[in-house]
């Protein structure tokens, strides 16, 4: 086992007003904190889904932990092959290296706390998908990149049987 020792001096205060939104309706992230305001410990967002939308399509971290924190509503969530379905106040954390996904559960909304560690610098990963959402890049453009954010897209047959 090794012991990771983030390197910052400062406390990170991150006030909701000060916040970047990136998105709005139906899928808003509320970037946090980056992993270089936090020496590498960690990069946290909170994302908020309408009834039912995808959150993440399944992929997997190599070097990263993901922690999901349901603040309110329903949240269904991929771990591995198995879907589970989470509620306020659950709290999932998926391995480096486990297939994982998440969405609102259908006819719920979810707002989800979600911490990856150690961080990664991970705010430019979601503008890149604000632009997707946009038409401004291809979807294609995500694989270019996956490398770069350790956010690796796979096909994952239970997810796709109950999405």
Request: hydrophobic share 45%; glycine share 10%.
């Amino acid at each position: 086992m090794s012991l990771f020792v983030p390197k910052f001096d400062e406390t990170v205060l991150v006030r909701a007003a000060e916040a970047e939104v990136v998105g709005g309706d139906p899928v808003a992230v509320r970037l946090l904190a980056d992993s270089s305001s936090t020496g590498g410990a960690l990069s946290t967002v909170r994302v908020t889904l309408g009834e039912g939308v995808d959150g993440a399509r399944p992929h997997l971290h190599r070097n990263s932990a993901e922690m999901f924190y349901l603040l309110d509503g329903e949240a269904e969530v991929l771990s591995g092959d198995d879907v589970v379905t989470a509620s306020r106040g659950d709290l999932i954390i998926v391995p480096p290296g486990r297939p994982h996904a998440f969405a609102a559960a259908p006819g719920a909304p979810a707002d989800l706390l979600i911490v990856i560690t150690p961080g990664v610098e991970r705010f430019e990963y979601f503008r890149h998908l604000q632009r997707i959402r946009l038409g401004e890049a291809g979807a294609d453009s995500l694989l270019e990149v996956q490398e770069l954010y350790d956010n690796l897209f796979l096909r994952s047959e239970p997810w796709e049987a109950r999405r």
